[in-house]
């Protein structure tokens, strides 16, 4: 059996291993590096390589994605130093609100956006009766079990309807591009 230490500098050995393998991705390097540290901590238990090196990957990610996601949290708290800018928040699966990006407001983006709308609503008109309703519920961020509940068509009928509004939108961004 392998002594406590021997355990870690396999382990190490192993997540050096798999940093040769793929030099090229610097989101798993981040987790490799981030698990290297977590193999170093003398308190994690250290039976085997093999489960130590799945164990810290798989807590290395973890902690890249909670870091993240503190990250956007704390950066949707801060005001904005310039009124015309203006926040894109998302809402997030656990119900936290965090900024995904900030834009700058300007009539010519709104006008865009206008004609954007007023193009999907039409196109959303020509799907049914459901097309306007389902095309709300997407605006309102509305899941499509509660879009289907809302609009009182079949979830199949939801996901196609949002299907070919999703295809007709991408069409009318690659056309302004």
Known sequence: MLQFTDVRVETMCRL????????????FLD????????????????ETPDLLCRNVIRDARRTIRRSQATAR????????????RRRVCATAADGAVAAEMVTHDTPEARVIAAETLQELRGFASTLGDHGLACLQGMLDTLTVSDSAKQTGVSVATVE??????????????????
């Open 16 to 27: 050096y291993s798999k940093q040769k393998q793929r030099a090229w991705d610097g989101e």
């Open 31 to 46: 987790v490799l590096d981030t698990a290297l540290n977590l193999t170093l901590g003398h308190k994690r238990a250290a």
């Open 73 to 84: 949290q704390n950066a949707a708290c801060r005001p904005l130093p310039d009124a015309a």
């Open 160 to 177: 196609r309807t949002r299907r070919a509004l999703r295809e007709h939108a991408k069409t009318l961004i690659s056309v302004t591009a």
